[in-house]
């Protein structure tokens, strides 16, 4: 999943495709570079950031999402609102990608049930501006599964189909360092409860602790494509990243080490998933 800022203050990219036709040419580029979905989001998430209301994000996803879409990449809307969430699926996307798992906007969850899309559900607990403050845990990749597969049993009970949900950890959203390798450390006990797993640690701060001082976002990017081949080996659905070449390379690197075909192992399942 190739990850496609289409805003000004974006941690990794620092707005640089934050004009339509600049997304629109980043998307296509990273279709061909071999992302098998494009991950569109108008509103940022890194810590601190603050709400972006609903029209400004309309009109930045929404030519975006129609132009990907009409060249027939996958598209993905990464958005907390549901309006937003609709409109993108109007306008040809096939997943809706939502960090809050349906908590920030109580007509997510109706829409996406109503819907025929796939609906990645993350662990989270509060909204940017305030989730470093919640990033307290006694256990925490067991108190982050126990979060996360309650959220899947609400919303299934609010009608959406099991068979339509992908399930996604949350790295470095309330959550400090340690956290963060902890969850990664026990990907198995997410992927146990039987649905795909999403991993995006995509040049995260907790990778950036790893590097030397003064180290950018995009020097993260070895980093991200040692973790993205470290989960795919313990077969998860998908990995989310900005940086598709070297995630590309890593996970050819696990396909040979593994003995498998393109088709057959760990991350391209979520690409035949999206087949149906």
Request: charged share 25%; proline share 4%.
């Amino acid at each position: 999943m190739g990850v496609l800022n289409v805003t000004p203050d974006s941690f990794s990219d620092g707005g640089r495709w934050a004009s339509t036709d600049a997304a629109i040419a980043h998307g296509i580029e990273l279709a061909s570079q071999g992302a098998h979905i494009v991950d569109v989001g108008g509103e940022s998430t890194r810590p601190g950031a603050e709400r972006v209301p609903v029209p400004a994000e309309l009109g930045r996803v929404l030519p975006v999402v129609r132009e990907l879409a009409g060249r027939g990449i996958r598209v993905s809307i990464d958005t907390m609102n549901s309006e937003t969430a609709r409109a993108a699926v109007d306008a040809g996307a096939q997943i809706v990608n939502d960090v809050s798992g349906g908590l920030a906007d109580p007509a997510m969850a109706p829409f996406v049930a109503e819907s025929d899309v796939d609906y990645v559900v993350m662990h989270w607990r509060g909204h940017s501006r305030s989730m470093n403050d919640l990033a307290r845990y006694t256990d925490a990749a067991r108190e982050v599964r126990d979060e996360l597969f309650r959220r899947v049993d609400a919303l299934e009970g609010q009608g959406i189909a099991p068979g339509r949900i992908i399930v996604d950890p949350g790295l470095g959203f309330a959550k400090e360092s340690e956290h963060n390798w902890d969850v990664l450390r026990h990907l198995r006990e997410f992927e146990a409860a039987g649905l795909p797993v999403l991993v995006g640690a995509s040049r995260k701060r907790f990778l950036g602790d790893l590097m030397p001082a003064g180290s950018t976002a995009q020097d993260r990017d070895l980093p991200s494509a040692v973790v993205a081949a470290l989960a795919a080996r313990d077969g998860v659905w998908g990995v989310r990243v900005h940086d598709v070449v070297s995630t590309k390379i890593a996970l050819d690197v696990v396909r040979a080490w593994v003995g498998a075909s393109d088709d057959a192992h760990g991350l391209s399942q979520g690409d035949a998933r999206m087949d149906r």
